[in-house]
């Protein structure tokens, strides 16, 4: 109801007939409401009407872009930049982050990443302590980390995980496309200004961010001893070490797409820096400081991928103190300064079958639960046998790469039924997806079979 004192319309002089409050609080202030009258409400609200299906338009071709192995913190951004009103939300989410105890960070890597106790437990330790220090301002008692583990084993997963719980700001990194200035390929300080414009330019937030420099071991002068890229690699470390330690890197105008902004300038002291990598090979150096032989261990001359000799690569980095470690990834390759400001080590185990195939079934973005979805989509019910799936875990160990392996090969296996019922009008179908369309998925009617009208 309206007061009784006549109320002119927030669009013409006429008298207003609805007062809009609650329907339209977007439009309202605390202290102001939008009248309207008759003759302007219908074009109001049709225009609301409109403009809702609009928003739920460009929302779905934001949803529908999006490859299905991006991560949902891309399409966060896609829709934050849609709608400006949802940065206000996300800001005082960040704002309202209270500490946890390392416990509690054990506990939220466990729900997302299988196995890896010893360094899901590391890693909580150091980055409750980098919380406790940022907060205390003791920028420079830093606990950086380095992540050992073969292809797949979850480092990149690891981190992902910590830095959504943090709800800090995270861009990783590719060490092999980092270089010193006046060389070819990215700035070291290319990736603080890719942090900086996750943040929207907010600078404290960005000086306590989390950076993630993958394959560093390709930048170890081991792998080129005597070259000219054994210098451009001990060059490319002697860059990240400054960004370690502490630099303010000048961010100008132009690098951010507004060249007529005041450059600004970003501390990276306060800065949490994780790199990861696989090191093939550091396990023979480890082993000889430890006092055992390649023959003691049980090492193999050629090269191999084998659950058990990785296994082994496991364990004798778990024996190994850090000061052994320390000594060992100089001998690899890298530089004295960069491996002393890296105060946590932890080496990743290779996944057995069981955590495999846990990971196959059980996490929320794993490969079956995606692909049912995508079949369901078509009124179509997708089964997966218990010998396909233990069949693509013994395939997705031979490869080496870990559960990266898993993915595409589900995705094979099911492509021949993908390509023949995906997106076609049909009755509601069963497909069994067998032990055979690991190696060949094209064979339908051996390989898989349709039963019709199951409910």
């Avoid at 185990?349 to 078509?378: G, H, V």
């Amino acid at each position: 109801m309206l007061r009784k004192k006549p109320v002119e319309c927030t669009f013409c002089t006429n008298i207003a007939k609805r007062e809009l409050s609650d329907d339209l609080d977007f439009f309202s202030t605390k202290n102001q409401k939008i009248y309207l009258c008759d003759k302007c409400h219908q074009p109001f609200n049709a225009g609301s009407v409109l403009g809702q299906v609009q928003l739920n338009n460009k929302v779905l071709s934001m949803i529908l872009s999006c490859d299905d192995e991006s991560p949902l913190s891309d399409l966060k951004e896609k829709i934050i930049a849609f709608s400006p009103q949802s940065k206000t939300a996300l800001n005082s989410k960040k704002e309202n982050f209270t500490p946890q105890t390392p416990k509690d960070f054990y506990d939220f890597l466990c729900k997302r990443v299988i196995g890896q106790e010893y360094a899901k437990k590391r890693l909580s330790l150091a980055v409750f302590e980098h919380i406790r220090n940022a907060k205390s301002s003791k920028k420079n008692d830093k606990q950086n980390i380095l992540l050992l583990g073969p292809s797949g084993s979850g480092k990149t997963l690891i981190v992902n995980t910590i830095a959504k719980n943090l709800d800090i700001p995270y861009v990783m990194g590719d060490s092999t496309s980092i270089s010193p200035t006046g060389f070819q390929g990215a700035d070291s300080d290319s990736i603080i200004i890719d942090l900086f414009l996750k943040t929207d330019g907010d600078i404290s937030l960005t000086e306590q961010g989390l950076i993630f420099f993958d394959e560093v071991d390709k930048l170890a002068t081991q792998n080129s001893p005597g070259t000219r890229l054994e210098s451009f690699n001990y060059a490319t470390q002697s860059t990240l070490l400054k960004l370690i330690e502490g630099k303010k890197v000048r961010i100008t105008g132009s690098s951010i797409g507004e060249p007529h902004t005041t450059p600004k300038y970003v501390d990276t002291t306060g800065m949490l820096f994780c790199f990861g990598g696989a090191f093939n090979g550091l396990e023979k150096i480890v082993a000889k400081k430890l006092g055992h032989t390649g023959k003691i261990i049980g090492f193999r001359q050629e090269k191999s991928d084998d659950y058990s000799e990785l296994m082994k690569t496991y364990e004798i980095y778990e024996k190994a103190s850090h000061d052994i470690m320390v000594e060992s990834l100089i001998e690899y390759g890298l530089t004295t300064e960069l491996v002393g400001r890296i105060q946590t080590i932890a080496p990743l185990a290779p996944l057995n079958k069981n955590q495999m195939l846990e990971c196959l079934e059980n996490l929320e973005d794993s490969p079956i639960r995606k692909n049912k979805i995508l079949f369901a989509e078509s009124n179509i019910e997708l089964d997966f046998s218990e010998e396909f799936k233990s069949a693509v875990v013994e395939k997705a160990i031979k490869s080496g790469t870990g559960t990266r392996a898993l993915n595409s090969i589900v995705k094979t296996a099911v492509s021949g039924a993908a390509f023949q019922f995906l997106g076609s009008n049909i009755s509601k179908k069963r497909i069994i997806i067998c032990k055979d369309t690991v190696e060949n998925p094209h064979n339908f009617e051996v390989f898989w079979k349709v039963q019709r009208n199951i409910i």
